[in-house]
């Protein structure tokens, strides 16, 4: 045993435990400090103080805990806990929450040993290791700054509408009191652990799991054969195996074999490393342009290796291209390479499942009607899933049972960004617990959740572009292939949408665009952040800078002759509406600070994009909200939307605020899984654009109605007016709506040092302008990393060579340069208040610009992302 004080009691823990961190949330139940990539100790997320000091738990030995003094959050005095709460939610420095924890628990080492003397920039170093995928860093510093001053700004609820303020549930997500799925712990719960596929393409000839059940703590281990249903989920296509059986044949890394239940996780683990399994190992396909040529199918009981195909033209490219050199035009031709990308969210994979008795309530999390008893046995799963029906969909075929039988329940998870779309550890999970009618938790290691999700698509992009003398686009022809991965996911679309997006929000009159998903046996890859958008403008703002070269114009004054303006046709025909105007007034909003840079002889480079919201492509979407006026005075706003970070559960209190004319104090929000509102997937920013459409409509109803207590008034926004790419019409609206920001880089000439980014965001109407700067100040960390350092490359054998959060190269704090937001708001004529998102549109132009700086800077024209060669660390650093 391990003797040791913890928040100023002694304590007694078993010595067994691989870490200090396993002690505390396994044995002695302290839940602020988060797992995020145990046993690295490279995300910061479980910092506590060890004698005074700041240490990362899962790197912390029980031997160096013996006798040592050990401070969490937990043991923080109530006032100093509500200091830093209060001052982290009024700047606006979490989003998730997952990570901040250990951050307010470096920031109170800095300060106890600092003061008032701690800088930002010594604070910026210090954070270094501490990791936040979503803000940036910017209102952290900020609120870091405010704490060691002796500050405490006044955290204030927002009103309606376009006013600023705090987060819903900031204070309680930032001292870790507000539980994720990993901090659950019903009675008589056991884990889950996977096998994972040992090769990317390889015959499964058996399968020996006696090892494993041999193990004391283990329970049981499950195969294909215990698979009462289908096999198979999926977005789109249900193509997607929850086992690879004997007999089948694995994919890639990521597919799971078996899965181990125990007593606990670490038995768990063990003994699913214990599972032979014997192999026919076949070479695996992992170049998409060599794929897709072979009859060779890559993907076990597959056909073909083309996912999907999406074209459109209009005019003559070819001709067009042709002429522009004899009229006195120019011509540039270039091919184009992004790369895989992982997601990296803080918060790795989890899912509870609690089996329910007949005649037992539902242990919602939530206060919400539809908890009541029913006939039937039940299966509650806790899921941090971005589309919690779909993931009760296919939970309900896998176990071949009807949908009533699985209730969902959303717990807002630690960040997604499009990587927890699929299900990853969900089917499993709810079958064991289903099968051994006991509560089961499967919650991935950074390892296994490296292997098994979804990464942003690499894609190779060949384009012709032709201008007149003067600037103005003539003619497109771009040629795309992305390497999909095995399953489907929801790649087809992805390049879907580069193909729509691939001319920019720009008018050229002449275009022709084919976009190939592959199928190969690398990673899967699926939605993330951009959604094809980002890789498309990074070619597409690369032809059109080397154009203005040729051309003798600026940057800024080549965009501005070719932007998009009401009635022109974009890309794949759309007859723009007023929407539009937001390009445009980017382009103004900019202006000054990039001929101020360009002035003071700056290196700098600008980037202009367009990124739809909404899914659109002729898809019939509809979202519903309820309204509900309890008799304890209170408001329920109950939606069907994934809280990841993005604020949507503030979103829907300021639209009711707005609407219904009360304080943000009065209302709980509330994520009904126990009524289908029909929302789907949250991506794409449709949580706030249909989220604030369909809470409206329910708010007017009940005013309407009078507004009575007891009565569900509900309400709904629909958008189904859009056609799809492949619909054959000449004028297509393929989205409703549009968002757009023009990003400024500049790199100071002497240190070749990136020194500032100014990113002005159309955002139609900022709901709530303090999360709008966050989630800008946060794209433009991840547009940053996406140029210049990040990736997640396969080997030859389809294995990922990334096994560590460090080994991503995300960018630190103290490496991040400076971020001026301007948010501009073009309201769009079709969304409630003329909203327009900017969770997605945030980092499509960032790459654009920062290789237009960089060509400033040394003269070479960049098209291979990320752009800086990481083996340099030095030039890399400096870059950063």
């Not at 376009?162 to 997500?173: D, M, Q, T």
């Not at 079958?431 to 698509?457: D, G, M, N, Y």
């Not at 009524?675 to 654009?689: A, K």
């Not at 100040?777 to 460090?806: I, K, Q, W």
Request: overall charge negative.
């Amino acid at each position: 045993m391990t003797e040791f004080v913890l928040n100023g009691a002694p304590a007694t823990a078993s010595g067994e435990h691989e870490h200090l961190l396993a002690a505390l949330r396994d044995e002695l139940g302290v839940m602020s400090p988060k797992d995020g990539c145990a046993p690295s100790g490279q995300c910061g997320c479980c910092t506590v103080l060890v004698d005074g000091k700041a240490r990362v738990a899962c790197q912390t030995s029980m031997e160096k805990t013996e006798g040592a003094e050990v401070l969490t959050l937990e043991g923080v005095s109530e006032v100093e806990r509500q200091r830093m709460s209060e001052t982290f939610a009024a700047f606006g420095a979490l989003q998730c929450g997952f990570c901040t924890p250990g951050i307010l628990m470096r920031t109170k080492s800095m300060i106890d040993k600092k003061g008032s003397a701690l800088t930002r920039d010594g604070a910026a170093r210090l954070l270094g290791g501490n990791l936040c995928r979503c803000t940036g860093y910017t209102k952290i510093l900020d609120a870091v700054e405010s704490l060691a001053a002796g500050e405490t700004p006044v955290a204030l609820n927002p009103k309606g509408v376009g006013s600023r303020g705090v987060k819903y549930e900031a204070e309680p997500l930032s001292l870790g009191d507000r539980l994720f799925i990993d901090d659950m712990v019903p009675d008589g719960l056991l884990h889950g652990a996977f096998h994972l596929a040992g090769h990317a393409r390889a015959d499964v000839l058996a399968i020996d799991t006696s090892a494993a059940e041999a193990v004391p703590g283990v329970v049981r281990v499950f195969t294909r054969a215990d698979v009462p249903g289908e096999l198979r989920s999926g977005l789109i296509h249900k193509d997607w195996p929850i086992f690879i059986p004997v007999g089948g044949r694995t994919s890639y890394t990521g597919d799971v074999l078996a899965m181990v239940v125990a007593e606990d996780r670490p038995t768990a683990r063990r003994a699913a490393e214990l599972i032979e399994v014997s192999y026919n190992v076949l070479a695996p396909f992992t170049n998409p342009l060599e794929v897709v040529k072979s009859s060779e199918d890559a993907v076990w009981e597959l056909d073909g290796n083309v996912l999907s195909t999406s074209t459109y033209s209009r005019g003559d490219a070819a001709a067009a291209l042709g002429s522009a050199a004899e009229s006195a035009g120019h011509v540039v031709r270039q091919t184009f390479q992004t790369q895989r990308i992982d997601h990296a969210f803080l918060e790795p994979e989890s899912t509870l499942a609690v089996p329910v008795a007949a005649g037992e309530e539902l242990p919602l999390t939530n206060p919400t009607t539809g908890a009541e008893a029913v006939d039937f046995n039940r299966l509650m799963v806790y899921t941090g899933g971005q589309g919690i029906w779909d993931d009760r969909d296919d939970i309900a075929r896998i176990l071949d049972v009807s949908k009533e039988v699985i209730v969902t329940e959303l717990v807002s998870n630690g960040g997604a960004f499009g990587g927890k779309e699929d299900m990853s550890n969900q089917g499993q999970t709810a079958l064991a617990a289903w099968l051994l009618q006991r509560p089961v938790k499967t919650t991935f290691s950074r390892e296994e959740s490296f292997l098994v999700h979804t990464k942003r698509h690499p894609i190779q992009m060949a384009y012709e572009a032709a201008c007149d003398a003067e600037g103005k686009l003539t003619a497109l022809r771009v040629r795309m292939i992305g390497d999909s991965g095995p399953y489907a996911s929801v790649g087809m679309k992805v390049l879907e949408r580069a193909a729509g997006h691939a001319s920019g929000p720009y008018v050229v009159p002449n275009i022709d665009v084919e976009a190939v998903a592959a199928r190969t046996n690398n990673s899967v890859c699926g939605a993330f952040r951009g959604f094809g958008a980002n890789q498309a403008q990074f070619a597409m703002e690369g032809v059109l800078d080397r154009l203005a070269e040729m051309v003798g114009i600026s940057g800024w004054e080549i965009r501005n002759r070719n932007v998009v303006s009401p009635g022109v046709v974009w890309g794949p025909g759309q007859i723009m509406d007023d929407g539009c105007l937001g390009a445009q007034a980017c382009l103004d909003a900019i202006s000054p600070a990039y001929h101020h840079a360009v002035a003071d002889g700056k290196a700098v480079g600008l980037g202009l994009g367009l990124k739809n919201s909404g899914l659109g492509n002729g898809f019939n979407e509809v979202a519903r909200a309820v309204v509900h006026f309890r008799d304890d005075g209170k408001v329920e706003i109950r939606h069907g939307w994934t809280e990841m970070g993005q604020g949507v559960h503030t979103v829907a209190l300021q639209v009711a605020v707005e609407e219904l004319g009360v304080t943000a104090e009065e209302i709980e929000v509330i994520v009904d899984s126990t009524r289908d509102l029909g929302d789907g997937q949250t991506t794409g920013s449709r949580g706030t654009l249909m989220g604030a459409g369909s809470v409206a409509d329910a708010c007017r109803n009940a005013m309407a109605d009078g507004c009575k207590v007891g009565i569900d008034y509900e309400g709904e926004y629909r958008i189904d007016w859009t056609n799809s790419l492949n619909d054959g019409l000449e004028n297509p609206v393929i989205h409703s709506t549009f968002g757009y920001a023009a990003q400024l880089v500049i790199i100071n000439r002497e240190s070749g040092v990136i020194e500032k980014v100014v990113a002005a965001h159309d955002v139609g109407r900022a709901v709530n302008p303090l999360l709008c700067e966050g989630q800008v100040e946060g794209s433009v960390h991840m547009g940053l990393g996406y140029a210049l350092s990040e990736g997640f490359p396969c080997d030859a054998d389809g294995v990922p060579v990334n096994t560590t959060l460090r080994s991503l190269d995300i960018i630190r704090p103290k490496d991040m340069p400076d971020v001026e937001v301007i948010l501009v708001e073009s309201p769009d004529p079709k969304s409630p208040y003329g909203i327009k998102g900017v969770g997605e549109i945030g980092l499509v132009p960032t790459a654009g610009a920062v290789a237009a700086a960089m060509w400033e800077f040394d003269g070479q024209w960049r098209h291979e992302l990320p752009m800086v060669n990481m083996a340099n660390r030095e030039r890399a650093e400096a870059w950063a």
